[in-house]
């Protein structure tokens, strides 16, 4: 069993930056996938940035590529989603999620263990 703990969320000004941190306990993090997951009001959820196990392979969605980087510690059983250029797209509950590669293309189908958010607002 995993728990994951997301912290560092809050309201910041379009074109400014946040960054995410997603604490673990538990056991064999560095066995995990780890992912950032998105929802914002009235809309589904979204794949936003997933890191392998070591953190050299990584994942992004086509909205945040490049604004975005993901990476992770496993020393510190934490990953991190370094948010930059933020815009009003970019407003939602941020989720944590550990588990494993994308199973039919769908990154949240693979994750088995899941945070209980951050809130992330963008103010224009």
């Known amino acids: 069993q995993v728990q994951l703990v997301e912290s560092g969320g809050g309201l910041v000004q379009a074109g400014g930056s946040l960054r995410l941190s997603c604490g673990a306990s538990g056991r064999s993090f560095s066995g995990y996938v780890m992912g950032w997951f998105r929802q914002a009001p009235g809309k589904e959820r979204e794949f936003v940035a997933a890191?392998?196990?070591?953190?050299?392979?990584?994942y992004y969605a086509d909205s945040v590529k490049g604004r975005f980087t993901i990476s992770r510690d496993n020393a510190k059983n934490t990953v991190f989603l370094q948010m930059n250029s933020l815009n009003p797209e970019d407003p939602a509950v941020y989720y944590c999620a550990g588990g494993t590669q994308a199973i039919n293309g769908a990154w949240s189908n693979g994750m088995r263990y899941w945070g209980k958010g951050t809130l992330v607002t963008v103010s224009s």
């Open positions: 890191v392998g196990y070591s953190g050299g392979n990584t």
